[in-house]
Each structure stands twice: as structure tokens, then as C-alpha cells.
């Protein structure tokens, strides 16, 4: 079954603004990852939050976690034509490094 | 950098046939896995394996076989090849006791 929800489904923005997408869970998380993947090719890993953080950046993302509303989101500030891509939120609850990724966000950053 | 390469990018085969996928990472990683992604439903865990010769069922293991003999290969099978399992075939891998995942190019298989 699909843990993770990410919404929007699809996301058209122009150059230069942010982009917000976020990201649903049904359990009790150990990690929250965000991956992106290019057209056709394979996910590249982006950020990881652990259930105890609240809000973690990295370069031009920010992700937030609420443990209590079972939701995350990813925000990218100042977009770029290179960031058009599909985003995936990945979820796991320890163990064999198991996780279970969510259906993703097309964002189409236009130049 | 951690390198995860598939055998194809592309492949093209008939209703019946043996298929088989290969993955090959070169980071001495313990953790390998492959997933099937598909228009909305994301990506789906077929099987995944923790040691060499050790493997776990996913979420969708039905119609698939796997093989791990060697650390740095896990080979996805598709023992009779069905129209319903034309599909984006993902490898990836990962250390033990770090959760992220290293992700190959992916192959596109096509089943006629």
C-alpha cells in the first residue's frame, strides 16, 4: 500500500518563483526522504528528516515535518528551468532500510 | 560516487519469455532493491535483498524472481514475461544503517 501522498499532483510555475509540494503519510515514520527524478531516469536523493526534526535545509530546499498531521513539505525557493522534474517523498519505519515511496510531483518550472 | 548501472535502458520482449534484468553497484553496498514504477502509482517494491543470497519479498513480488550470488549484483527475473508487467524497472541500493537510496537509470521494458 502506498504510504506516501504527495500534492499536487502536477505543478507549473515560472522561473524564478517557489515551488511548494507536500506530502501525506498514513503511519508513524522513523524518516522522511525526498527524492527527485528527471525525465526517464533514476531518483536522486535530496534531503532526509528524522521524526524528531521539525524543519531542515539544504542549498535552495526546505523541508518541514508535522508528525502530528502525518505531512511534510518540500519547498523550493527561487526555481529554475533545471529543476523540472518529478519529486517523491519516501517514508520508512526502521528496520531492512524498507521504504515506501508516494506517487509524486511533476513540477514544470518554465523558463 | 556511488555508481548503480543496469544492464539496459530499453527492452523489447514477447508474452512468454525469460527476461532478466541485471544491477550492478559498485559501492560494496549491502542493501539492493528493485521497484517497478508506473503512471500514478508510483514506485512499488518488487524485492529486495540484505546480504548476498538473502532475499525479501516487496509489496508486489507476483510474476518475479530474483537472484543475488554476488554482493554487487541483484538480478530481477520475469520468469514468463506478461503484457501487464511492461513497465520502468528501477534498481537501487544503500548501506546498512544509512536509509538512503542510490538509484540506477532505470530500463523501460516493453512486453508484446
Known amino acids: 500500500s502506498q504510504q506516501g501522498e504527495e500534492d499536487p499532483q502536477a505543478l507549473s510555475i515560472q522561473e524564478g518563483e517557489n515551488a511548494t509540494m507536500n506530502c501525506s503519510y498514513k503511519?508513524?515514520?522513523?524518516?522522511l526522504q525526498w527524492y527527485r527524478q528527471n525525465s526517464g531516469r533514476g531518483l536522486v536523493h535530496l534531503i532526509l528528516?528524522?521524526?524528531?526534526?521539525r524543519e531542515k535545509h539544504s542549498g535552495r530546499l526546505r523541508v518541514t515535518l508535522d508528525t502530528s498531521k502525518k505531512s511534510s513539505s518540500l519547498l523550493i525557493t527561487a526555481s529554475r528551468a533545471a529543476d523540472t522534474a518529478s519529486y517523491f517523498c519516501a517514508t520508512d519505519r526502521g528496520g531492512y532500510q524498507k521504504v515506501t515511496f508516494g506517487t509524486g510531483t511533476k513540477l514544470q518550472v518554465i523558463p | 560516487d556511488v555508481k548503480v548501472t543496469q544492464s539496459s535502458r530499453y527492452l523489447v520482449k514477447r508474452t512468454g519469455e525469460k527476461v532478466f534484468l541485471e544491477c550492478v553497484q559498485d559501492m560494496d553496498h549491502e542493501n539492493m532493491f528493485w521497484y517497478r514504477q508506473d503512471p500514478g502509482l508510483g514506485l512499488r517494491l518488487i524485492y529486495f535483498?540484505?546480504?548476498?543470497?538473502?532475499?525479501e519479498k516487496g509489496d508486489i513480488p507476483e510474476g518475479y524472481s530474483v537472484s543475488r550470488e554476488k554482493k554487487e549484483r541483484f538480478s530481477l527475473i520475469l520468469e514468463s514475461a506478461s503484457t501487464n508487467q511492461t513497465s520502468m524497472y528501477l534498481c537501487?541500493?544503500?548501506?546498512?544503517?544509512?536509509?538512503?537510496?542510490?538509484f540506477g537509470p532505470g530500463t523501460r521494458l516493453t512486453v508484446l
Open positions: 528528516i528524522r521524526s524528531n526534526e
Open positions: 535483498s540484505y546480504d548476498v543470497k538473502m532475499k
Open positions: 503511519t508513524s515514520i522513523n524518516n
Open positions: 537501487a541500493s544503500s548501506l546498512t544503517g544509512s536509509i538512503e537510496q542510490f
